[in-house]
């Protein structure tokens, strides 16, 4: 019955997990094919992607991969349709290549951070450096990574809420970016955890965006229009940066200094990237100075 409902509903994947199946995954496969003969075939087996006695993180990452499984698909589909042989390989966040026959979506969560610890770490080999520290700074966040002659894995991460159990490489992500929305509390300027992405974007895209540390950076004379390779307007960053002045003055009876606002946001958002590498080095007692 509840497989056609699935069907009845246009249901495209779901997730499958039984409170014992890391010991005994039967049932779970006969679900599998109760769900393919309603012709459902996006199903995430629990038993199948993290076979672990703890339920509810085996659950988990069966409903990330049923719900990234349709969207990956499509997208994958489209990138072979450009290959005239079975050459694809797709990078996963233990960064590893896998085939498509063999590939998994909740294995490529922290694929790009991934490639970049793999990237760095291999070109910094090949410059004569064993021990180096990969900074990989974004729209949305910020990647720092250590290397010192192998990569570090771990086997469980959160990530938007959900534990998701997949081999990763450790890395540290913190919310500071290109696109990390500057803004003030009532008592304290504050850069990030949300970002603008690409849509609306920062302000100086023109499409009603919010002040972001790519308009402090265009603001302040560090970013060149005329280079940026796309169109930018600095009239409509500093329309939204006379908003956040005009919110700060209300709450303070002292004059503003805009520069030094501009300033202080991008101190923000440097201190935040500084404090984790940091968190992979001197916290674990690691000397930056010894890295690359």
Not at 85 to 114: H, N
Not at 165 to 193: H, K, M, Q, Y
Not at 235 to 243: C, G, T
Not at 266 to 279: F, S, T, V
């Amino acid at each position: 019955e509840a497989a056609k409902r699935c069907r009845d509903e246009d249901i495209e994947s779901v997730a499958v997990s039984l409170m014992h199946s890391y010991l005994n995954p039967e049932h779970e496969h006969r679900i599998a094919e109760i769900l393919k003969e309603e012709g459902l075939d996006r199903i995430s087996l629990s038993s199948e992607l993290s076979a672990s006695i703890k339920w509810v993180p085996r659950a988990e990452t069966a409903v990330v991969d049923a719900y990234l499984a349709p969207i990956m698909g499509v997208y994958l589909d489209l990138v072979e349709l450009e290959l005239s042989d079975d050459s694809l390989k797709i990078m996963t966040s233990s960064g590893g290549l896998v085939s498509r026959a063999k590939y998994r979506p909740k294995d490529s969560l922290l694929s790009g951070p991934a490639g970049g610890l793999v990237g760095s770490s291999s070109v910094g080999l090949r410059a004569g450096f064993q021990r180096s520290i990969a900074f990989d700074m974004g729209g949305t966040s910020t990647d720092v990574s250590r290397f010192d002659g192998r990569l570090d894995y771990r086997f469980e991460q959160s990530i938007g809420g959900a534990r998701v159990n997949a081999p990763s490489l450790r890395i540290e992500t913190v919310a500071a970016g290109g696109g990390s929305i500057c803004w003030f509390d009532g008592t304290a300027l504050r850069v990030g955890p949300s970002s603008a992405g690409a849509s609306p974007g920062p302000a100086c895209y023109g499409a009603g965006g919010p002040l972001t540390i790519t308009d402090v950076n265009l603001l302040l004379g560090r970013l060149d229009a005329v280079r940026f390779g796309i169109p930018v307007f600095p009239e409509e960053a500093d329309k939204s940066f006379r908003e956040l002045i005009d919110g700060i003055e209300a709450q303070s009876d002292s004059p503003i200094s805009e520069r030094e606002v501009l300033l202080g946001l991008l101190d923000i958002a440097n201190e935040r990237m500084a404090d984790a590498i940091r968190g992979i080095s001197l916290r674990q007692g690691y000397a930056p100075s010894e890295y690359a």
